[in-house]
């Protein structure tokens, strides 16, 4: 493997506002009212217990990343969990889903930029284009400016999130939360489903270890710290959009009678005026292209990753000599994202990429267990999550629950994706990697065979 050829030039702050601003964005400014729809007033519930689901899988990467502070998160600890086949769909899904949640941040903003900016909706695709080059370059002339970046744009989000909840809490009408909910337990857990990809940016930051200072110590501070600041910031931001918004607007303000895509939007002229919705519109662009940025950044380190242990071309394994960055991989992803926001309906893919996502989130937990288990020697985090393994198994079961109520297409979708990620394995990587991972290790093991499955094993074995 290439050695760290990246430059360790994030600290606490920056690394924690990547991770939030990864979160900040469709997760506020889009889906609260998609939730509302189906939950009522209790998608504020939903919201929580999406974050439950969620802090298995944060605790696990936590403890995963402090091990093996290098680039790739979700595709390198499954890789070495589970060996290269699910190493592979691990990388490719979480890249394809990333860049499809970053796609859909760039054309979701259309909606609020037609609220105060004087464009056609045509015109919207255009925005979303140049915004993306943007957030290309800015990516590959350097991790710490796209860092310093994000943690600008991320801390003027959150205060200004924070001042619209507190003004909310002056102006809401307490009729609205009743009755409280409108689709019983199963439409809160429906609504859960739908908002659990609010929470899939908290991990993405350990997709950028290997740029992180000292790992050891500032990766599980910034993994739950933005965890815990953004499951208190959704909850209370929903709250004041369920108490501000009139109802039916929320349920049918939308294109053709579907749920507001504006509803952070519909509750700012509740609360300002038409002041408050240009104000409310403007953070909303302004977060949903810091999502972007935090998508581009962390899922072009899945390409980089897996280049390094020959699963992918050599030449997305390189790192620019003058920028310290992968140039190649950073290209191959903004190519898709840009060719995206272009040709495909990226908010109906953005649903079949949810899906993927959950089950992830729900395997990262096997991943941990696997490395607790296998007992490999090379394996020594400096944080350990805690309620081994009675909190994984709490992870991958309820993963598995909010899945099943995604529908059927998005699970088609997931599947798809699991196949031709596995025919990708199987036409260009089988031949080139015979890693085992620390499955490999218990099972050898188990034959009494000493085998670090880390490594590549003896191909005589």
């Keep these: 493997m290439v050695g760290h050829d990246l430059d360790r030039s994030l600290g606490l702050y920056p690394t924690m506002m990547i991770s939030m601003g990864a979160m900040i964005g469709s997760g506020i400014f889009v889906l609260p009212a998609l939730g509302y729809k189906k939950a009522g007033p209790a998608v504020i519930v939903a919201y929580v217990l999406a974050a439950a689901v969620v802090l298995p899988a944060a605790l696990s990467k936590a403890e995963m990343a402090t091990a093996m502070p290098e680039s790739g998160g979700t595709y390198l600890y499954i890789d070495r969990a589970l060996g290269p086949l699910f190493g592979t769909i691990a990388g490719i899904g979480a890249w394809f889903s990333l860049v499809f949640k970053s796609s859909f941040a760039l054309v979701g903003l259309g909606a609020y930029l037609l609220l105060f900016a004087p464009l056609s909706q045509g015109a919207v695709v255009y925005v979303a284009l140049a915004l993306g080059v943007v957030v290309v370059a800015l990516n590959v002339s350097g991790t710490k400016l796209s860092g310093q970046v994000q943690a600008v744009i991320v801390s003027l989000v959150v205060v200004s999130l924070a001042a619209y909840t507190l003004n909310a809490g002056f102006t809401v009408d307490t009729a609205r939360y009743a009755p409280f909910s409108t689709g019983g337990n199963i439409g809160v857990v429906t609504a859960a489903a739908f908002v659990f990809v609010s929470y899939a940016g908290v991990t993405k930051v350990a997709s950028v270890a290997e740029e992180v200072k000292d790992p050891g110590r500032n990766l599980p501070r910034a993994i739950l710290g933005s965890m815990t600041i953004m499951t208190v910031l959704y909850v209370a931001v929903v709250g004041a959009v369920v108490g501000l918004s009139d109802p039916d607007v929320l349920k049918t303000g939308g294109?053709?009678?579907?749920?507001?895509?504006?509803?952070?939007?519909?509750?700012?002229?509740?609360?300002?005026?038409?002041?408050?919705?240009?104000?409310?519109?403007?953070?909303?662009?302004?977060?949903?292209?810091?999502?972007?940025?935090?998508g581009i950044l962390s899922s072009s380190r899945f390409p980089l990753a897996m280049s390094r242990d020959d699963l992918f071309p050599s030449p997305f394994g390189r790192i620019d000599a003058r920028f310290k960055t992968p140039r190649n991989a950073v290209l191959l992803t903004g190519a898709l994202l840009v060719l995206l926001i272009a040709f495909v309906p990226v908010i109906e893919l953005a649903k079949l990429a949810s899906a993927f996502q959950i089950l992830v989130f729900s395997v990262i937990n096997v991943a941990l267990v696997a490395f607790r288990e296998a007992d490999v020697p090379s394996y020594q985090p400096e944080f350990e999550a805690p309620g081994y393994p009675y909190v994984q198994a709490f992870g991958f079961f309820a993963g598995l629950g909010l899945l099943t109520q995604m529908g059927t297409l998005p699970i088609l979708g997931a599947a798809g994706i699991i196949g031709g990620s596995g025919l990708i394995y199987l036409l260009y990587g089988r031949s080139r990697t015979d890693r085992t991972g620390a499955v490999g290790t218990i099972l050898h093991g188990r034959r009494g065979d000493p085998d670090d499955g880390l490594a590549a094993t003896d191909p005589d074995d």
């Excluded at 579907?258 to 609360?271: F, I, V, Y």
């Excluded at 240009?278 to 949903?288: P, W």
Aim: proline share 5%.
């Design 255 to 294: 294109p053709g009678g579907t749920a507001s895509l504006t509803p952070m939007a519909d509750g700012a002229g509740s609360l300002l005026g038409g002041f408050g919705v240009v104000f409310i519109s403007v953070v909303a662009v302004v977060a949903l292209t810091s999502m972007a940025n935090a």
